[in-house]
């Protein structure tokens, strides 16, 4: 059964850092993974999808990374800024079309 | 934004009533999913369709159907109601075929169950 697990569960950092956050899964034949942000009370928003066979995707101050072999993938966020806080939550799906969430990061961050 | 609305946003009911939540995509996504969200808990798989007619049971489908008799819409039925099924649930699609296929949500129903 696919697990997935997303640590820090809580981030605080001043605006303007550069973070990661890390979202990690333990059955490597993945379809693809996709990063969400989910602001207070609101739905999952998609911020980016990596397909299996990709290794990175780019919008805007997002960098998403995809390490299959190693069941491991990155959100980089850029110069952050109060916007930015909100709980990001990672997804991988495998050949089911089902997809495995993980519990999420809350970021806060602070002027 | 694959145009997800859901209705009721907001419901309150009592214990033992029934209630159904709709959701509507306006994408022709083929895939739709029906998730509640309870803190210490994540998102949690209720019911899934692949299809109009086609559904199929999630992790925690006990005490809650399904129907999907048009592409754009997906029901979902609290036969009857219970505190424990007191969240907020989300209807999301999917769209694309294999590797290219990407989740979208709807904006959640709170429901409170008395």
């Known amino acids: 059964k696919q697990e997935v697990t997303q640590i820090p569960a809580a981030l605080s950092v001043p605006e303007g850092e550069n973070l990661v956050l890390n979202c990690s899964f333990t059955?490597?034949?993945?379809?693809?993974l996709q990063w969400f942000r989910q602001d207070p009370g609101k739905g999952l928003t998609s911020l980016l999808l990596?397909?299996?066979?990709?290794r990175e995707q780019t919008s805007g101050r997002l960098n998403a990374s995809l390490d299959k072999s190693s069941g491991r993938s990155t959100l980089y966020i850029a110069a952050s800024q109060p916007g930015d806080s909100a709980t990001y939550l990672c997804?991988?799906?495998?050949?089911?079309?089902?997809?495995?969430f993980g519990r999420g990061t809350s970021l806060i961050v602070h002027p | 934004d694959a145009g997800i609305t859901q209705s009721p946003r907001h419901k309150v009911t009592e214990t033992g009533t029934p209630v159904t939540l709709r959701c509507h995509q306006t994408?022709?996504?083929?895939?739709m999913y029906w998730y509640r969200q309870d803190p210490g808990h994540g998102l949690r798989l209720i019911h899934y369709?692949?299809?109009?007619?086609?559904?199929d049971k999630g992790e925690v489908s006990d005490g809650y159907s399904v129907s999907r008799s048009k592409t754009e819409d997906f029901l979902l039925t609290l036969e009857s109601a219970t505190s424990s099924q007191t969240s907020v649930y989300f209807c999301?699609?999917?769209?694309?075929?294999?590797?290219?296929?990407?989740?979208?949500f709807g904006p959640g129903t709170r429901l409170t169950v008395l």
């Open positions: 999301a699609t999917r769209s694309g075929i294999r590797e290219r296929g990407e989740q979208f």
């Open positions: 059955d490597s034949a993945i379809y693809n």
């Open positions: 990596i397909q299996s066979s990709q």
């Open positions: 997804a991988v799906e495998g050949g089911s079309y089902i997809p495995t």
């Open positions: 994408e022709n996504h083929r895939y």
């Open positions: 369709s692949y299809g109009v007619k086609d559904t």
